[in-house]
């Protein structure tokens, strides 16, 4: 587990590459759909905590002009707008749907929403360790899920920006936002997107008050953000949300 790579961000704790015991478990082969959380609320009646706090964190490059302007921006990362009204069933605030994207992973989920999902569904959140080993799977110490080169042959294998970040993405592989989360072929272990799409929530905490998020997102680059790397990692606290973060579930093997 971890990784030595030179381009890799100190603070994060990727390293050192060590041995770690991973038990027999199930994972899902892709991240949760918006059909699948949407079953679950039929169900439940569960509120995501986006809903509840009225808003939620949306990529500026999506959304309209009048919407961008009136939306707040952090000041470190101003890609980002704190928009009313964005939901998981409404990704890009007041106006967005779900039309078409029934296939792809729900974005806008708490860490505090996917173990809610996970209760209602007989399932839980992988370990970050369980994440990686089935990440990989089953290459050693390789860079992406399917070995060490990002894009062999010139094929893309993994939906991340491309371009000039966050000015341009050229989407040459096929993507802006969300791809649907069986849009790649599958790591050895027939996983799918585990690099890019969407940050996935594990169980861990990566520090006090923080949960460890694995994968990257369709808004990684590698000038600012190549967290799609299968060793890298980031953290989030429990109750944030995001156009680019969803979970999958697994469970003991």
């Known amino acids: 587990m971890g990784s030595e790579d030179a381009d890799a961000v100190p603070e994060d704790g990727e390293g050192p590459v060590r041995p770690v015991a991973v038990a027999a478990l199930r ?16 169900d439940t009646g569960h ?29 470190q990362t101003p890609w980002w707008c704190g928009v009313e009204g964005a939901s998981w069933y409404a990704p890009e ?5 779900l039309a078409q994207r029934a296939d792809h992973p729900v974005v806008h989920v708490s860490w505090n929403d996917a173990v809610a999902f996970c209760r209602w569904s007989g399932t839980r959140l992988p370990a970050e360790a369980e994440w990686e080993y089935a990440a990989r799977g089953g290459l050693a110490r390789a860079r992406f899920p399917w070995g060490d080169e990002l894009t062999p042959g010139g094929e893309h294998r993994c939906n991340i920006w491309q371009g000039r970040f966050p000015v341009k993405n050229t989407a040459e592989d096929g993507f802006r936002g969300t ?20 940050w996935e929530w594990c169980a861990d905490d990566r520090q ?10 369709y808004l990684c680059h590698d000038s600012y953000c190549n967290r799609y790397r299968v060793s890298a990692r980031t953290g989030n606290t429990p109750d944030s949300s995001s156009g680019n ?9």
């Not at 986006?50 to 000041?75: D, K, N, Q, T």
């Open 27 to 42: 994972i899902a082969p892709h991240a949760v759909t918006n059909a699948e959380f949407a079953a679950f609320v039929a």
């Open 47 to 75: 509120t995501t905590e986006a809903e509840r706090f009225g808003w939620s964190y949306v990529f500026a490059g999506f959304l309209p002009g009048r919407l961008r302007a009136i939306s707040p921006r952090p000041e």
């Open 93 to 97: 605030g007041p106006g967005s749907d």
């Open 179 to 198: 791809a649907p989360v069986d849009a790649f072929p599958p790591n050895g272990f027939g996983l799918h997107n585990v690099a890019g799409n969407v």
């Open 208 to 217: 006090a008050g923080v949960k460890v998020m694995r994968g990257g997102s």
């Open 245 to 253: 973060i969803g979970f999958r579930v697994a469970a003991d093997g």
